[in-house]
């Protein structure tokens, strides 16, 4: 008997296939899609927000600027490429002319406007922005019509699609952050199953990294072979049902679980749960929409730190598993291993592959090697297109804006040791 949970699972994963693979045909399709759901999501924000501003914080941008920066990047590495028929080999730097919007790239240029002038900047009204983004797309698709439909000359098309993608994500993000209503229910979470098993992986070696076909990012390449301990992963990630002993044993107010940047953490931002929860009258209940209303147990637990999911572990005398192991579990063991109801938070620091050479589009990997750890999977707010076993997500381990979680690993026997010491 097919399970219809497992079926939808195993659609949205050859979705993600699919688009780093797509022909000019599909990625028209799915460009326009990904379109649909990007300004969507900017008109629900701009109506909940009725003018008022989007604070300034790091985690933020405003949401008209996130819309222009949209259309921005898939005109500049498409429209006004030269060199979008080279794909990564394509020179960053190759003089580009001007696009829809003169003067854009003093707007929009993610890696030469600052963050915080974004909020000062004469960006286009609403209407001026939608336009450019029409005309942007409508000349994407005239150039798409015209690819050799090679790898390389579909490079840019792909990216471009998974940009918006994550862009879409991000609004997701803000709007929770924000407690705005978000009452689509593709993008909310689901109640997990109960059970939840250990599975077994066996010493031995393992190949990561994508192969030359089809699109990758650049973090991603770099094909090598890793030799892997033997372990037992949780078959899924923690529910709140789980994670909640933790709080209520006061794991926040007490320091040993937690590593020196957690215990500084802690100290910094003095939480006494995890961000969108709160204890009333005896009972947890979850922000949602701006409203507080009952938590339910079963849901993932989510907006977890880093932090928060090491220390977790440090108390259950459990470990976060490596993005080795985890790939390998979600490759090999497909029908128990069940991902993508949040990012998981993972054992691995940000580094590039062995051999890594970073694509034309230099701002997206090389500049955060080294400085935040690397989640695995995706989340209720992904993207399906995004759904991949092979993307490395990566974010600062103090984030818990982030849809991400974790699931954990047995200790070995050094470590077991270790603890009770």
Same mark, same amino acid.
């Given at each position: 008997?097919h ?5 939808a ?9 699919a688009?780093r =693979?797509?022909?000019?045909?599909g ?7 990904s379109?649909a759901?990007t300004?969507?999501?900017f ?15 790091a985690?933020?941008?405003p949401p008209?600027?996130?819309? *222009? ?7 500049f590495?498409?429209g006004r ?5 080279l *794909?990564?080999?394509?020179?960053p ?12 790239d ?11 002038s974004?909020?000062?900047? +004469?960006? #286009?009204?609403?209407a ?10 409508? %000349? ?19 990216l471009?699609?998974? &940009?918006?993608?994550? =862009?879409?994500?991000?609004?997701? $993000?803000? %709007? =929770?952050?924000? *407690?705005?209503?978000?009452?689509e ?6 109640p ?16 990561? *990294? ?5 699109f ?5 390449? @770099?094909? &090598? ?6 372990t037992?992963i ?13 709080v209520?044993?006061?794991? &926040?107010?007490?320091? @040993? ?7 500084a ?5 003095r ?20 409203h507080?209303?009952?938590l ?6 989510? &907006?977890l730190?880093?932090?928060?999911a ?6 259950a005398?459990?470990r ?9 579990? +979600?490759?090999?063991?497909p ?5 993508g ?8 620091e ?10 034309? $589009?230099?701002?997206?990997?090389? #500049? ?8 695995r999977?995706?989340s ?7 759904r =991949? ?12 804006d982030?849809a ?11 470590? +077991?040791?270790?603890a009770?010491?």
């Amino acid at each position: 008997m097919h399970h219809p949970e497992v079926n939808a699972k195993s659609v949205i994963r050859q979705t993600a296939h699919a688009a780093r =693979h797509a022909t000019a045909v599909g990625l028209a399709a799915e460009l326009q899609a990904s379109r649909a759901d990007t300004l969507a999501a900017f008109a629900a924000i701009e109506r909940s927000l009725e003018d008022r501003p989007v604070p300034q914080r790091a985690t933020l941008n405003p949401p008209l600027w996130e819309l *222009g920066h949209i259309g921005w990047f898939q005109e500049f590495w498409i429209g006004r490429n030269p060199e979008r028929r080279l *794909g990564a080999c394509a020179d960053p730097e190759a003089p580009r002319r001007d696009g829809v919007r003169t003067g854009a790239d003093a707007l929009y240029d993610s890696g030469r406007v600052a963050h915080a002038s974004r909020w000062s900047l +004469a960006l #286009p009204d609403a209407a001026g922005t939608r336009a450019d983004l029409a005309a942007q797309l409508d %000349a994407t698709l005239s150039l798409l019509g015209e690819a050799a439909g090679d790898d390389a000359s579909l490079y840019f098309f792909r990216l471009a699609l998974l &940009h918006e993608d994550m =862009h879409h994500e991000a609004a997701q $993000y803000m %709007a =929770h952050s924000l *407690g705005l209503p978000r009452d689509e229910r593709r993008w909310r979470a689901q109640p997990l199953a109960d059970a939840c098993t250990q599975i077994a992986l066996e010493a031995g070696p393992r190949r990561l *990294g994508s192969g030359s076909e089809g699109f990758a990012f650049d973090n991603e390449q @770099g094909e &090598h072979t890793v030799t892997l301990p033997a372990t037992e992963i949780d078959s899924r990630v923690l529910r709140w049902a789980e994670y909640l002993p933790f709080v209520e044993a006061g794991g &926040h107010a007490q320091p @040993g679980w937690w590593s020196p940047a957690g215990r500084a953490w802690l100290a910094a931002q003095r939480p006494v749960a995890p961000r969108y929860l709160r204890r009333d009258d005896g009972a947890w209940q979850q922000s949602n929409g701006g409203h507080w209303r009952a938590l339910d147990l079963a849901l993932p637990a989510c &907006h977890l730190t880093f932090f928060e999911a090491e220390a977790w572990c440090r108390w259950a005398g459990r470990r976060l598993p490596t993005e080795a192991q985890w790939e390998r579990a +979600a490759l090999e063991r497909p029908e128990a291993f069940a991902w993508g109801e949040v990012w998981e938070w993972t054992a691995s620091e940000f580094t590039p592959y062995p051999g890594f050479v970073a694509h034309p $589009y230099r701002d997206y990997s090389a #500049p955060w090697f080294g400085t935040r750890p690397v989640l695995r999977g995706a989340s209720f707010m992904t993207q399906p297109r995004l759904r =991949h076993p092979r993307y490395r997500n990566f974010f600062m381990a103090d984030r818990n804006d982030v849809a991400a979680g974790f699931r954990t690993c047995r200790l070995s026997v050094a470590q +077991a040791s270790s603890a009770l010491r």
